[in-house]
């Protein structure tokens, strides 16, 4: 009983975990200007998250050590810090993006600006961080982000032509009115978003945080493989509820409070209030995870003992590396930029990063001194080659299409 509940405890977790701030104003912003087109990208999206977390959580199962712990061992010093400066600084601006998003939140459900709420959810930020257990934090933001299953709720009560949406699913092509260039470039965004590295840097050292081993692996997996994937869609049910609601009207997406208003109007109050509290608990849960993904890149580069399991006088500098993130992610959105602007360079710029993070995992889940015979299987091989080659052709053209579309505009 307690192994079955382990298992649906971590399989809900998963779900709620997949969703953050990049998911929601991506998913909106691009069903309302783009209809259902780009969902192909949610599901290529997953597809990657899905292999390349596999292989971190098998990693960190056999071995019992994080998968970035082992990149600067594999791969040398030069190749890790390549990897830890590509990680960290998409993790703070991810982190920044984060607590944004739930000031945005606090602003929606108070009415008071949201640069009010930014010191007041660092402060709850670095509470929950310093002293919640590790799992207790997961589990609770986890399950408490199940909340967004409104928008699959509402997408049904909106009572859309579902064939229109199959139809416009299966057209992969700009609507009229706009440029193949643009099109592509909020698909990367949207692969981004999906492909966020610290999602998979956090479950990797969260493994270690509750000491996995071999026997674990079967769980970890089965989280991975169903978990991200009805995560991906409730990504597609906030594209589809925008599609149904902004795109024949051609408003665009702007802010935070548009992403719920299509609950609103199919659910009313209640409707509001679950899916404001989805918000901020999909994003605070995000910023819990990409403030400590942070301290986790940091410390285990450098060989400094790492993990909320260790007490505080025992790992000071990996606590003074989450506490300081945390302060330049508070500094940054406090300097008065658009949290939906931060949000949107964010998940594009991951895009363009994500080779370094994902090649290192790729290597060393291929290492037999690692891992003995749990290697990448030959099939797992030939996927992830091709995953690799996508991510080097998506980093190239990133920033040359980011500068051509002036960022989408």
Same mark, same amino acid.
């Given at each position: 009983?307690?192994?079955?509940?382990?298992?649906?405890?971590?399989?809900?977790?998963?779900?709620?975990?997949?969703?953050?701030?990049?998911?929601?104003?991506?998913?909106?912003?691009?069903?309302?200007?783009?209809?259902?087109?780009?969902?192909?990208?949610?599901?290529?999206?997953?597809?990657?998250?899905?292999?390349?977390?596999?292989?971190?959580?098998?990693?960190?199962?056999?071995?019992?050590?994080?998968?970035?712990?082992?990149?600067?061992?594999?791969?040398?010093?030069?190749?890790?810090?390549?990897?830890?400066?590509?990680?960290?600084?998409?993790?703070?601006?991810?982190?920044?993006?984060?607590?944004?998003?739930?000031?945005?939140?606090?602003?929606?459900?108070?009415?008071?600006? @949201?640069?009010?709420?930014?010191?007041?959810?660092?402060?709850?930020?670095?509470?929950?961080?310093?002293?919640?257990?590790?799992?207790?934090?997961?589990?609770?933001?986890?399950?408490?982000?199940?909340?967004?299953?409104?928008?699959?709720?509402?997408?049904?009560?909106?009572?859309?032509?579902?064939?229109?949406?199959?139809?416009?699913?299966?057209?992969?092509?700009?609507?009229?009115?706009?440029?193949?260039?643009?099109?592509? @470039?909020?698909?990367?965004?949207?692969?981004?978003?999906?492909?966020?590295?610290?999602?998979?840097?956090?479950?990797?050292?969260?493994?270690?945080?509750?000491?996995?081993?071999?026997?674990?692996?079967?769980?970890?997996?089965?989280?991975?493989?169903?978990?991200?994937?009805?995560?991906?869609?409730?990504?597609?049910?906030?594209?589809?509820?925008?599609?149904?609601?902004?795109?024949?009207?051609?408003?665009?997406?702007?802010?935070?409070?548009?992403?719920?208003?299509?609950?609103?109007?199919?659910?009313?109050?209640?409707?509001?209030?679950?899916?404001?509290?989805?918000?901020?608990?999909?994003?605070?849960?995000?910023?819990?995870?990409?403030?400590?993904?942070?301290? @986790?890149?940091?410390?285990?580069?450098?060989?400094?003992?790492?993990?909320?399991?260790?007490?505080?006088?025992?790992?000071?500098?990996?606590?003074?590396?989450?506490?300081?993130?945390?302060?330049?992610?508070?500094?940054?959105?406090?300097?008065?930029?658009?949290?939906?602007?931060?949000?949107?360079?964010?998940?594009?710029?991951?895009?363009?990063?994500?080779?370094?993070?994902?090649?290192?995992?790729?290597?060393?889940?291929?290492?037999?001194?690692?891992?003995?015979?749990?290697?990448?299987?030959?099939?797992?091989?030939?996927?992830?080659?091709?995953?690799?080659?996508?991510?080097?052709?998506?980093?190239?053209?990133?920033?040359?299409?980011?500068?051509?579309?002036?960022?989408?505009?």
């Amino acid at each position: 009983m307690k192994r079955l509940l382990a298992f649906t405890l971590g399989f809900l977790t998963a779900i709620g975990g997949f969703l953050d701030i990049g998911d929601l104003v991506a998913g909106a912003l691009v069903g309302a200007r783009f209809g259902m087109s780009l969902a192909w990208v949610i599901v290529v999206g997953v597809i990657g998250i899905v292999l390349f977390t596999e292989m971190s959580a098998r990693v960190t199962a056999v071995s019992g050590r994080a998968t970035f712990d082992l990149v600067r061992e594999r791969l040398g010093a030069r190749t890790g810090l390549a990897n830890l400066m590509a990680s960290y600084f998409i993790t703070l601006l991810t982190l920044a993006a984060q607590l944004g998003g739930v000031a945005l939140a606090l602003e929606l459900a108070s009415s008071i600006h @949201y640069l009010l709420w930014v010191p007041v959810v660092g402060v709850l930020v670095w509470v929950v961080i310093w002293r919640l257990p590790f799992e207790k934090m997961e589990q609770t933001y986890g399950l408490l982000g199940l909340a967004l299953i409104v928008f699959a709720v509402a997408l049904w009560r909106l009572g859309p032509d579902w064939g229109a949406l199959l139809n416009g699913a299966a057209s992969p092509a700009p609507p009229p009115g706009e440029d193949w260039s643009t099109w592509w @470039y909020y698909g990367i965004a949207l692969f981004g978003a999906s492909m966020t590295p610290y999602t998979v840097l956090f479950f990797s050292s969260g493994g270690v945080e509750e000491h996995w081993s071999s026997k674990d692996l079967g769980q970890a997996r089965f989280n991975v493989f169903f978990g991200f994937p009805v995560g991906g869609l409730l990504a597609l049910a906030i594209m589809g509820c925008a599609a149904v609601l902004f795109f024949p009207a051609g408003v665009q997406v702007e802010h935070l409070s548009q992403v719920a208003l299509p609950v609103s109007v199919a659910l009313g109050k209640i409707g509001l209030i679950v899916v404001i509290v989805g918000f901020f608990v999909a994003t605070f849960g995000a910023a819990l995870e990409s403030g400590l993904a942070a301290g @986790y890149s940091v410390a285990q580069y450098l060989g400094w003992p790492w993990g909320k399991h260790l007490q505080p006088a025992d790992a000071t500098r990996f606590h003074t590396v989450v506490l300081l993130t945390l302060l330049a992610g508070l500094a940054l959105i406090l300097t008065t930029l658009d949290p939906i602007k931060v949000t949107e360079y964010s998940i594009v710029l991951s895009a363009a990063a994500l080779p370094l993070t994902y090649l290192p995992i790729f290597i060393v889940a291929n290492d037999r001194d690692y891992l003995g015979d749990r290697v990448n299987s030959r099939f797992t091989n030939i996927i992830g080659t091709c995953y690799l080659v996508l991510l080097v052709v998506v980093s190239i053209v990133t920033i040359p299409l980011m500068i051509y579309t002036k960022a989408g505009q």
